[in-house]
């Protein structure tokens, strides 16, 4: 699970522009993650003292290469029943990046263009429009879990056909870091949950995707 970087030799100046970078994220991390013990009523400091001073972060830089038309259906009014309406679009092997919720904290995201969606909690899908220089924020399953389902992990999707490109940072506890939901009274979470083990948790998950 852990590694070192693989850096590419034809871009001298990539490594120093990219690791000033990721400095950047994890402060701009740690500042959100302090907003939502905040937001809580907890310590500022809890989720940071979680991590163990060694956060498990990771950050991509992921290329969405342009889209064939093949295999994409827009489904609107159906050609055999006129009152029969479909909402979503249905995509077969084009699906740029199926349904999903992060494993870690919380995700910080740009991107050059729209593509990424999220599922409201009705069950809607929302086209998030980038906005300049601004970041996306994602909840992801250990916030859930830690605050016991009183921030929701947001279930995303990427749907493109022109190609885009995205940078996404991953703020995860570290791997040895013991989760157990907390109990916050004053939202009404005041039971205990079963803890968990992060590292444990994320490599049964990368196990399922990279068989």
């Known amino acids: 699970m852990y590694g070192p970087n693989l850096w590419p030799e034809k871009l001298p100046d990539y490594k120093n522009v990219i690791t000033n970078y990721i400095f950047y994220l994890k402060e701009l991390g740690t500042a959100i993650l302090r907003g939502l013990c905040i937001s809580l009523g907890m310590q500022e400091d809890f989720f940071i003292r979680q991590f163990i001073e060694d956060p498990y ?64 909690r009705s069950g809607k899908w929302f086209s998030i429009e980038p906005l300049e220089g601004a970041f996306i924020c994602l909840i992801g399953d250990m916030i859930e879990y830690w605050t016991n389902g009183l921030y929701v992990a947001t279930k995303h999707r990427v749907i493109t056909k022109d190609e885009r490109i995205s940078m996404a940072f991953f703020h995860q506890p570290n791997y040895e870091t013991i989760l157990q939901p907390c109990q916050i009274i004053n939202r009404g979470r005041n039971e205990i949950g079963t803890p968990i083990k992060y590292g444990e948790y994320v490599y049964k998950k990368y196990k399922v995707i990279y068989q």
């Open 57 to 120: 972060w990771l950050f991509r830089i992921l290329c969405y290469p342009e889209q064939s038309t093949k295999g994409i259906h827009y489904l609107g009014l159906d050609n055999n029943n006129n009152n029969e309406r479909k909402s979503e679009i249905e995509i077969n092997s084009d699906y740029s990046c199926g349904e999903h919720t992060d494993y870690g904290c919380i995700t910080l995201l740009l991107a050059n263009k729209k593509g990424l969606e999220v599922k409201s």
